[in-house]
């Protein structure tokens, strides 16, 4: 059995929300009648600022709903969307199962009195019923859409209005090759989605984009990367605007832009040992990261960083002994078996997988530690 999380997102910590870019040409609050100030007497950008410091989603679109005006000024400032949606970040609702010889993923819903999930979960599809028939596996969640394959196609579902969309493999540019496919989402439009499939055939790699707004595939050439490449066991991690996959034995990371589709590849770190398992993620601040962990417990984490003449290296920012991380959140003596799996990072976040022998069995525990937490 495996799992494909909905990941959550680190809490913001609590501070003054920025500014947002004026739209207005005065500042000058009109008054009523009487010569006061009343809440129908502030202008577009007083109100933002007000909107801004809203406690989630549904309580911006009750504001909004509220009268023509308010509703105007918050579809007429995409600044404003851009930086609520960033301060106000989308809570867990559950994790997806793939269970082996299942039909389709099957999803544990997490247990909050969060009235915003509650809702969430009795309005939206997140059993997956309105699938068509057949075996579906989860390739990507992100922004509250769900990847799925069956092998002849695509489906990108938002569980949340029931939507979905099923999409053709493209066959033309994957035959004979290993695939990996990603989904992308547009800040500007929520509705609007990129499927991307990273196509590889020896020692080749290329992308073939899906638009739903175009509704059809755009193949990209072939780039020649040396060294075999097998994209089956793991895909791609997205950092900025980038997908990052490590050559295991290589000593290189594939990189392909978002944007361009481009295809090159950078050098890891020169302290890694070849031929062990690393995996790319982000920072907290959206830095790009390569971890792995050693046989002995330790794990290392390298950020990509700049210099002052723009050129990029990595340094080495921490080593973590797990083992010390161990003993903080647990008293019981495990005994650990075989060696630490890093499962994935994002924002900041190592998760970990690792089997342990305990009276009852064996079990799996799932470590997150915060990079950046044991360092300055």
């Known amino acids: 059995m495996s799992s494909q999380l909905v990941l959550p997102l680190p809490a913001a910590p609590a501070a003054k929300p920025p500014s947002i870019p004026s739209t207005a040409t005065t500042t000058t609050l009109p008054t009523a009648a009487d010569g006061t100030t009343t809440i129908s007497s502030l202008g577009q950008d007083q109100l933002l600022e007000i909107f801004l410091r809203l406690p989630s989603l549904p309580a911006l679109v009750r504001a909004a709903l509220t009268c023509r005006s308010w509703l105007d000024a918050i579809r007429s400032s995409r600044s404003f969307r851009s930086l609520f949606r960033a301060l106000h970040l989308a809570p867990l609702i559950g994790i997806f199962l793939q269970i082996e010889g299942g039909t389709a993923p099957s999803f544990a819903p ?205 340094v080495l920012q921490e080593i973590i002994c797990l083992r010390a991380e161990m003993d903080q959140i647990t008293t019981t003596p495990w005994q650990w078996e075989g060696q630490v799996e890093v499962v994935q990072v994002r924002f900041g976040c190592v998760y970990l997988c690792m089997t342990s022998i305990t009276a009852a069995g064996t079990a799996q525990l799932v470590l997150l530690p915060f990079i950046g937490d044991h360092g300055d």
Not at 256 to 285: C, F, H, R, W
């Open 110 to 314: 997490v247990r909050r009195s969060d009235p915003v999930v509650t809702a969430a979960l009795r309005r939206g599809d997140f059993f997956l019923t309105s699938l068509p028939a057949g075996c579906w596996s989860i390739m990507d969640c992100r922004d509250g859409y769900i990847l799925l394959s069956n092998m002849v196609s695509v489906a990108v579902v938002n569980p949340m209005t029931w939507a979905v969309d099923i999409i053709p493999m493209p066959e033309h540019a994957m035959e004979g090759t290993s695939s990996w496919f990603h989904l992308l989402s547009s800040e500007e439009n929520p509705w609007s989605f990129r499927v991307v499939c990273v196509c590889a055939h020896v020692s080749r790699v290329r992308a073939a984009v899906f638009s739903s707004e175009t509704e059809d595939w755009v193949i990209h050439p072939w780039t020649e990367i040396d060294g075999v490449i097998y994209l089956n066991d793991s895909g791609f991690t997205l950092v900025g605007g980038s997908f990052y996959r490590p050559l295991y034995g290589k000593g290189r990371v594939i990189r392909i832009n978002t944007a361009t589709m481009d295809v090159s590849s950078l050098y890891l770190p020169s302290q890694a040992k070849e031929g062990v398992p690393k995996v790319g993620g982000d920072t907290e601040d959206g830095k790009l990261c390569m971890v792995y962990a050693t046989e002995d417990f330790l794990l290392l984490v390298w950020i990509r960083s700049g210099d002052g003449d723009g050129v990029e290296s990595w």
